[in-house]
């Protein structure tokens, strides 16, 4: 896979005409995720305005719900023409399989070659083993609840996970490609930690088994969003 085609823009803290602008000057730039926070302040239409430019998207909304609705909602998710979409494993087997049905007929519906990939999301770094404890009474060691949740989403035939980057090796051990892994929480050597607790640069990501790496401040924020682009492809074009 080429460098650029590894990196996916996360399209977030700003809005439509501020995220189109900054696309555009990344003349390399081949995906972009767009998350909760774009999606519900403009709606479907900002999927269709980035593949307009020949831009792949990732549709971060991470459903979770009943089967039936995680059935419909993937069916017009995909007819959006998003690549990627999220959906919770805790969802469950049942939600998972009418996700990926939903997905496939909203795919079809729509007259597209192939449905999206669903990408399962496991426990969300937010969590600790602690909280998860005290607060939803799970006793489970953290890594043994991710594992379980990942095998849960792929024998639902879930394609990928989202994984952060400290669960890439595992992961990677227990699914080999094509299984994709796709991580956050990247920081080029350089770059800034914002909030992310534990990162990892590209090429550590991508050498720990990652598929491709969704990367947003160190890009969306550098004062030249395109070099810094350029700086994450070549990192990756030097393993
Ligand atoms: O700006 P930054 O590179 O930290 O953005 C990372 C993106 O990945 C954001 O869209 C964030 O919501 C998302 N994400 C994350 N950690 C997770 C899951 C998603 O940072 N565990």
């Known amino acids: 896979m080429e460098p650029a085609d590894r990196i996916i823009v996360a399209l977030d803290g700003m809005g439509v005409e501020r995220a189109l602008a900054m696309v555009d000057t990344i003349p390399d730039l081949r995906w972009v995720k767009v998350g909760l926070e774009l999606f519900s302040a403009v709606g479907p239409a900002v999927v269709a305005q980035?593949?307009?430019?020949?831009?792949?998207?990732?549709l971060d909304l991470k459903f979770h719900?009943?089967?039936a609705t995680m059935a419909g909602a993937c069916r017009s998710a995909a007819a959006l023409g998003a690549e990627l979409m999220t959906v919770h494993a805790c969802a469950g087997s049942a939600g998972l399989q009418q996700a990926l049905a939903g997905a496939a007929a909203g795919a079809e519906?729509?007259?597209?070659s192939e449905p999206p990939q669903l990408l399962a999301v496991t426990v969300l770094t937010s969590w600790d083993e602690a909280r998860l404890q005290q607060q939803l009474l799970l006793g489970l060691p953290l890594p043994?609840?991710?594992r379980h949740l990942a095998a849960l989403a792929a024998d639902a035939g879930i394609g990928g996970c989202v994984c952060s980057p400290q669960e890439l090796p595992a992961l990677r051990a227990c699914y080999p490609e094509p299984f994709a892994l796709v991580t956050p929480g990247i920081r080029p050597?350089?770059?800034a930690v914002d909030d992310q607790a534990r990162v990892m640069t590209p090429s550590e990501a991508v050498q720990a088994g990652a598929s491709r790496l969704v990367i947003g401040r160190p890009i969306t924020t550098a004062v030249?969003?395109?070099?810094?682009?350029a700086r994450c492809c070549a990192e990756l074009g030097s393993l």
Do not use: C, K, M, S
């Open 109 to 112: 519906q729509a007259g597209l």
């Open 50 to 58: 980035l593949r307009q430019r020949g831009l792949r998207v990732f």
């Open 189 to 191: 050597a350089a770059a």
């Open 144 to 146: 043994v609840y991710v």
């Open 224 to 229: 030249e969003p395109a070099a810094a682009f």
């Open 65 to 67: 719900d009943i089967p």
